[in-house]
């Protein structure tokens, strides 16, 4: 069985949806959804990271394991390194970072994640994909691509459209044979490796792409990428999106 952690950062600040963990979606507010989906999946410490005092208290209220982080981080990754330190986690600790935002995760791709990363000890991070099966998403800057070797690591991510169909003219052709696959931005980390990461400097790949995990191919970390047993489910960014997320979890409880 695969030992992991699971943290879950969560901010009050939002430019579209402030103090959105704390949003109520039906009868709960969404930190503890989300939280509740890292219990399913058996890890064996669940570690709620915030910046926000309000946030801190709500969990607490639901009996999570709370750690207040800083507020002047400037990246997800940076929260998790000092998450890290402050539980005293060891480098070899495999840490699966679920967003805050993301109550619909299903608990097994938590696992799925971290057993990447159990089973490729030469790897410091393990993610997840999903394969394009339209022109739309694959021409997207919004979605995110991998291209992956023969053993599942990345070669490279990117908002371009890779691997490029070199004779194709028309953008709106999506060629049946095209093995593009959309990166799920869900990842298992090393500690050590997130420490490494809190230590290093921004990589001109990594400012180009907009793309942290860029960092650590440039860093030469291997990143394990599996395709993923489910997908996501829908996350919650605008007002829009609470309404239809309240509706799924509904859903979902029921068939529990």
Request: proline residues 6%.
């Amino acid at each position: 069985m695969t030992a992991f952690k699971v943290a879950i950062p969560a901010r009050y600040a939002s430019s579209r949806l402030p103090g959105k963990p704390l949003i109520d979606l039906g009868g709960k507010p969404m930190i503890q959804h989300v939280y509740e989906r890292a219990v399913e999946s058996g890890a064996e410490e669940i570690v709620i990271a915030t910046d926000d005092q309000r946030i801190y208290d709500v969990a607490e209220g639901f009996g999570a394991e709370v750690c207040m982080t800083s507020a002047e981080h400037h990246s997800g990754s940076d929260r998790l390194a000092e998450l890290v330190d402050l539980c005293g986690w060891s480098d070899d600790t495999i840490v699966v970072n679920l967003q805050g935002d993301e109550p619909l995760t299903p608990s097994s791709i938590l696992l799925q994640a971290a057993r990447g990363l159990d089973e490729h000890p030469e790897a410091g991070i393990s993610t997840l994909c999903a394969p394009i099966n339209s022109a739309s998403q694959l021409y997207d800057p919004h979605t995110v691509k991998v291209v992956r070797n023969q053993q599942g690591f990345a070669l490279y991510f990117s908002r371009a459209p890779i691997p490029w169909e070199r004779d194709a003219l028309d953008v709106e052709a999506h060629p049946e044979h095209n093995q593009a696959f959309r990166h799920i931005g869900l990842y298992a980390y090393r500690a050590g490796y997130l420490r490494e990461y809190s230590r290093s400097e921004p990589c001109d790949l990594e400012q180009i792409e907009s793309l942290e995990q860029l960092r650590a191919l440039w860093q030469g970390v291997k990143i394990f990428v599996d395709v993923a047993e489910q997908l996501p489910g829908h996350g919650v960014d605008t007002p829009e999106d609470v309404e239809a997320v309240t509706a799924l979890l509904k859903q979902y409880e029921n068939k529990s």
